[in-house]
């Protein structure tokens, strides 16, 4: 079992502020993906990455993986009440038909 | 936009009823999947499905839990005798590939056991 250790548990920003949040474990993971859950709702996908270094941006969002595949980020500019959410990040092992979820960042953005 | 879809939204049952969760992966799919999340708690993976049997479970995934794919569209999950730890919102997820290929989630079935 991967242990995935996300940071900070709990953000809360100002509209226009900017903010990143960090997934991160000791084992080497094969791919990453980034979630946002609303409450009573189920985790919409965000991004996948797959090759150590890649960093790939979804509007104001960006993503980043570690070179050693270990570790990643997200990063939001000039965050908006809509951002408001908790971000998950999940990893698979090359031979699991299942992902393993970490504790989540809620982050919450005021207007 | 293809999505992954549940029923019941919620449903309330006594302690030691049978519940059946029901969902309709995305129809390209090929692997389908339970999680569940108790209030405040991470996500926690139950069961993958692939080619009409189990691929994977978890420690969680005991004898009192099943799944199904009875007519190639729904799947389902269920609780044979529920206990009151089994209340939390269960998401059914489905990708087109595995391993660690993108899942996409439904909108969950809130069960609570009283």
């Known amino acids: 079992t991967q242990l995935l250790e996300q940071s900070p548990q709990f953000l809360s920003i100002q509209e226009g502020e ?6 991160n474990s000791s084992s080497v993971f094969s791919s990453l993906q980034w979630y946002r859950q609303e409450p009573g709702e189920g985790p919409v996908l965000l991004v996948t990455v797959v090759t150590g270094g890649e960093v790939k941006k979804l509007k104001r969002l960006t993503f980043q993986f570690g070179d050693a595949r270990k570790d990643s980020s997200l990063h939001i500019t000039a965050a908006q009440p809509g951002d408001t ?3 998950l990040c999940a990893v698979s092992a090359s031979n699991d038909y299942k992902l393993s979820f970490g504790a989540g960042t809620t982050v919450t953005v005021r207007a | 936009e293809p999505e992954v879809t549940q029923t019941p939204s919620h ?16 129809s390209n799919h090929l692997y389908f999947y339970w999680y569940r999340q108790i209030l405040g708690q991470k996500v926690e993976f139950l069961v993958s499905f692939y080619n009409n049997e189990i691929s994977e479970k978890s420690e969680i995934f005991d004898d009192q839990f099943s799944v199904e794919r009875p ?23 489905s990708s087109e590939a595995a391993p660690f290929t993108e899942a996409f989630f439904g909108q969950g079935t809130r069960l609570t056991v009283v």
């Open chain 2, 11 to 26: 449903q309330v049952t006594q302690m030691g009823q049978e519940v059946i969760l029901r969902c309709v992966p995305i």
């Open chain 1, 85 to 87: 959410g908790l971000y």
């Open chain 1, 18 to 23: 900017n903010l990143t949040v960090y997934c």
């Open chain 2, 71 to 93: 007519d190639g569209s729904n799947f389902t999950l269920k609780i044979r005798s529920t206990k009151l730890e089994d209340s939390a919102m269960y998401f059914c997820a």
